[in-house]
């Protein structure tokens, strides 16, 4: 399969909502809520990004820690607590939404969406099914081991980044399609990375014409700087994803790649 197989790729370019745009002013202490995804779209934003984390009882949460104590008026793991106790946290003024609620909100809108533990994974493909929404998401992990059983569950209906051990490949400069596994459509990376304790520039002209010879889209994160962003598209990359989403709509309309 190649990124240009799913719907998600459709576009020219792929600007991501980070958190929903966490640094935009009206959204800033209110990541990862219905309020940060609303004024992503808002803005022209087709594509949102959140971690999702199951609670005790297999709720599923858009949110990206695995506490509740950074951004929210409560504390505790989600993992820990029903998902009756998790929305009653605030985070300024609102609940954590379901993923379910995301997608019912923005039935036209993509998601990127991140595994952040094993138990996220079943209640996934869960709520993706119910919802239809298997042409309207990419999935990655952190985890090889929750990528792979999201894969094996899914087959081949819902994009996927590629994993940990092909960003490692990547890494050493061997991204071919012999070495890499058959699996995961784009690289969302970041710029740089650490292998074996070395700070390696990961997102270079070399890697980005690599993964596009193999059918592979690049997307880097998280970028919040004009010039980075412009570099970026100078070099070919996909996508990018970003805090500062008023920053890289100006970009993107200033070099006709907007909408």
Known sequence: M??????YFS?????LAHRGGSLLADTIGHENTLRAFGNA???GYSHIETDV???SDGGLVAFHDDRLDRVTDSTG???????????RASVGGEPIPTLDEVLEAFP???VNIDIKESGAVAPLVEVLRRHRATGRVCVGSFGSD???RFRLLMGSQVATAVGPVGVAWSAIGRVTARLLPPTGVAFQVPMRTRLAGLDIPLVTPAFIRAAHATGRAVHVWTINDREQ???LIDMAVDGIVTDRIDVLAQVLAERGLAG
């Open 41 to 43: 779209v808002a803005l």
């Open 53 to 55: 984390h199951a609670t």
């Open 77 to 87: 793991l989600i993992r820990e607590m029903p998902l009756c106790r998790v929305r």
């Open 11 to 15: 576009k020219p370019f792929t600007a």
């Open 108 to 110: 036209e809108t993509f």
């Open 229 to 231: 962003m412009n570099r």
């Open 2 to 7: 190649r990124a240009s197989d799913f719907p």
């Open 146 to 148: 929750r990528l792979a």
